[in-house]
């Protein structure tokens, strides 16, 4: 028996038909949508503001980022897990989704 008689099929809701797996996943890749939710799971987006629900030590800075920081116009990054950000006197701050609310 072949590969191709073994592949899974799912239902492509953009075109309507059935196609294999492995076209989904390329499909999925080539959209480039990128998924980034904060730790109780709302959608994140460019210009979002977001709080932190963990006080957080950023290295390099000597500086601690305490819970319930309100962190104002973020930037997604190509990682589903990241966020780029600035705060006062901390340029590139780069933060982990998981660590932040969507206000």
């Known amino acids: 028996m072949s590969d ?4 899974d099929y799912v239902y492509d809701e953009a ?3 059935w196609i294999t797996a492995a076209e989904a996943k390329t499909a999925t890749a080539q959209d480039g949508i ?3 939710r904060d730790a109780v799971g709302n959608l994140l987006a460019d210009g979002d503001q977001v709080t932190l629900i ?3 030590t950023v290295k390099g800075a000597g500086q601690t980022l305490k ?3 309100l962190i104002k ?3 997604l990054t190509g990682d589903a897990q990241e966020i780029d950000c600035r ?3 901390i340029k590139g701050l780069v933060l982990r989704a998981e660590f ?3 206000r």
Not at 4 to 7: H, L, Q
């Open 15 to 17: 075109t309507g038909e």
């Open 67 to 69: 819970r319930g920081t």
């Open 73 to 75: 116009s973020i930037r």
């Open 54 to 56: 963990k006080d957080l």
């Open 100 to 102: 932040v609310r969507k």
């Open 87 to 89: 705060f006062d006197g």
């Open 34 to 36: 990128l998924e980034v």
């Open 4 to 7: 191709e008689n073994n592949d």
